[in-house]
């Protein structure tokens, strides 16, 4: 099994920096992919960035200049790294890592950007 843990989470005002970060463990063979994806409250879950192994990332163009996605295979960790936050970013940020075998969602963890 595959254990997905994020962590860096909170309460952030507007314009404000949070950084997330993205751990998987366990029966790892053979990672394909480590991404974000948020759910809004209200709205359906959406892709915010994903790394794909030997393909670079891909992110969603609205959230291009303010988030950034990296990753340190060594330790299958990914990152995100998010500035200049606004109260529309407030949502529960999940990961998702994806190897050959399985698709594994992490439990969320909650942004909230208010004043």
């Known amino acids: 099994q595959v254990q997905v843990v994020e962590s860096g989470g909170g309460l952030v005002q507007p314009g404000g920096s949070l950084r997330l970060s993205c751990a998987a463990s366990?029966?790892?063979?053979?990672?394909?992919?480590m991404g974000w994806y948020r759910q809004p409250p209200g709205k359906e879950r959406e892709l915010v960035a994903v790394?794909?192994?030997?393909?670079?990332?891909k992110s969603e163009d609205s959230l291009k200049d303010r988030f950034t996605i990296s990753r340190d295979n060594a330790k299958n960790t990914v990152y995100l790294q998010m500035n200049n936050l606004k109260p529309e970013d407030t949502a529960v940020y999940y990961c998702?890592?994806?190897?050959?075998?399985?698709?594994?969602w992490g439990q969320g963890i909650q942004v909230t950007v208010s004043s």
């Open positions: 998702k890592f994806t190897t050959i075998s399985s698709i594994n």
């Open positions: 366990g029966s790892i063979f053979a990672s394909v992919a």
């Open positions: 790394h794909r192994s030997g393909a670079g990332t």
